[in-house]
């Protein structure tokens, strides 16, 4: 993995996910850009639609750095992987790529490209570096091993893909807390219960 922010030597960086998927079922994944792009956590969508025939368009604040951005993404797939070119801001590209292992999983490595600017202005607008890429990382793969263990519990599938997916990172924090409170709640409602009921039972025998 690297996270270094580009320069003379360097004009990429890398994040190398494991997965609980194998190739095939990650080549499917990776098709979904939408999908792709909402798992960031870090990425505070004002608008991401497809506009045309692999053609997208999204308007953004990148928590990670800051910056708003506005630009059209163009997808090239290709054999066991994906490169998104964007018409706007310091990073070039990203490309999704799968790379398969022994034993039947594969990994995902996602790698930001910087090299359509001269070294000099990518120092000038070192600020634009997006720096959500090792936290996208992470929630990757929290998400497909979340997908891996969840996905056959009827409605989760659903959940995941029209209540969470649109949700800003915001929302989706403060809808996790109240599911955790809720869970807490009904915890402590079914001992309450089982105590109440135990006494009952003492007192009438």
């Known amino acids: 993995m690297n996270d270094t922010p580009p320069n003379e030597e360097q004009d990429a960086a890398w994040v190398t996910i494991e997965t609980p998927f194998d190739a095939d079922w990650l080549e499917e994944f990776i098709g979904d850009i939408e999908r792709l792009y909402r798992i960031n956590s870090l990425m505070e969508f004002q608008e991401l639609r497809q ?3 692999r053609e997208y368009h999204f308007d953004a604040k990148n928590l990670s750095n800051g910056k708003t951005l506005e630009t059209n993404l163009s997808i090239i797939p290709g054999k066991n992987e ?5 018409s706007a801001g310091l990073k070039t590209s990203t490309k999704f790529r799968i790379n398969p292992k022994p034993g039947g999983k594969a990994e995902l490595v996602i790698t930001d490209e910087y090299g359509g600017t001269s070294p000099k202005e990518r120092e000038a607008r070192i600020d634009e570096v997006d720096k959500s890429l090792v936290q996208w990382g992470r929630d990757f793969h929290r998400y497909l091993r979340l997908w891996k263990r969840w996905s056959g519990v009827p409605g989760w599938q659903w959940y995941m893909r029209r ?13 996790f807390m109240l599911i955790i409170i809720t869970l807490v709640e009904f915890i402590v409602f079914l001992m309450i219960f089982a105590i109440f009921w135990l006494e009952l039972y003492r007192y009438i025998n």
């Open 82 to 86: 994906v490169h998104v070119t964007y």
């Open 51 to 53: 506009t045309g025939y």
């Open 163 to 175: 209540i969470w997916q649109p949700m800003k990172p915001s929302a989706r924090r403060i809808s």
